[in-house]
């Protein structure tokens, strides 16, 4: 029982893993319950805070987020592993041969992963000693990709910021007649942004301080003026507009320009004047 606990601890946790960072296609179920739970506890709380006492911590949100999908990523492979080994005389210690304790366990499961390999307990042999292989494995790929990961996340959200700066930039020069040919301009930016975040929601949960260079703000905005008839229906901006609630929105049926401006109000926490 130990040996298959640990070993479907393991392969959900991968395939989570794997979906999230590779697929191009979003977020796996554990990373999207973890991600969004935290997104509605943390913005309820930002706004309490703000209110009472005037501290912000829109800032951390989107990092606290991350830091935690992947922590549990780790932990859940980790527990994965862990169980695995103690389902037999898998590790002894090395200078008693008596059999391993948990907390032997868990460290030599936790060394194996980070590809240290230094641990006061050995496998006994045969099989054990592939397990490790492939624990160790495992982890270079866990390492590996995560850094890819965030190193993507981190240019989505620049990019979704330089997009709603440079969408306040025009929307500030120019009169709201004359808003559509300005905003043409910047279609093609959306819509490398609405590619990056469908292959990734994550970036949404990091809130700039600055109002300018809030993403779901803009789009929010930018569906309004699609609305009211301001932009032009066939533009390329619109086009990335109905492209972000076809993919990112969560009702299939609905119209995709209010698709995507539901999904930017999800991911806007309002500013309201402190006390």
Not at 133 to 152: H, P, Q
């Amino acid at each position: 029982m130990l040996i298959l606990t640990g070993a479907a601890l393991v392969l959900v946790a991968f395939y989570d893993f794997l979906r999230t960072t590779i697929s191009l296609s979003g977020t796996g179920f554990l990373s999207r319950a973890i991600a969004d739970g935290l997104w509605r506890l943390g913005s309820k709380s930002t706004l309490v805070l703000e209110r009472t006492t005037g501290l912000s911590i829109r800032g951390l949100l989107g990092p606290v987020i991350l830091l935690a999908v992947a922590g549990t990523w780790v932990l859940i492979h980790l527990c994965g592993y862990a169980l695995i080994l103690r389902g037999g005389l898998s590790l002894v210690q090395a200078e008693t041969g008596e059999p391993a304790t948990w907390v032997q366990t868990v460290a030599f499961a936790g060394s194996t992963l980070s590809t240290l390999g230094a641990s006061t307990v050995q496998v006994t042999g045969g099989w054990w000693d592939i397990l490790s292989m492939v624990a160790a494995m495992n982890g270079m790929i866990l390492l590996t990709l995560a850094v890819s990961f965030l190193l993507n996340i981190l240019q989505t959200t620049t990019n979704a910021r330089t997009f709603a700066s440079r969408f306040h930039a025009v929307k500030a020069s120019v009169p709201d007649g004359d808003m559509s040919k300005q905003l043409e301009g910047l279609g093609s930016d959306l819509t490398s942004v609405v590619v990056m975040l469908t292959a990734s929601p994550l970036p949404r949960f990091f809130v700039p301080s600055d109002p300018t260079m809030d993403f779901p703000n803009a789009i929010v905005e930018l569906c309004d003026l699609t609305r009211n008839g301001t932009l032009e229906k066939t533009s390329e901006i619109v086009a990335a507009i109905r492209l972000l609630g076809r993919h990112l929105g969560t009702t299939p049926d609905e119209d995709e320009v209010a698709a995507a401006r539901k999904w930017a109000l999800r991911h806007t926490i309002p500013r309201k004047n402190r006390r």
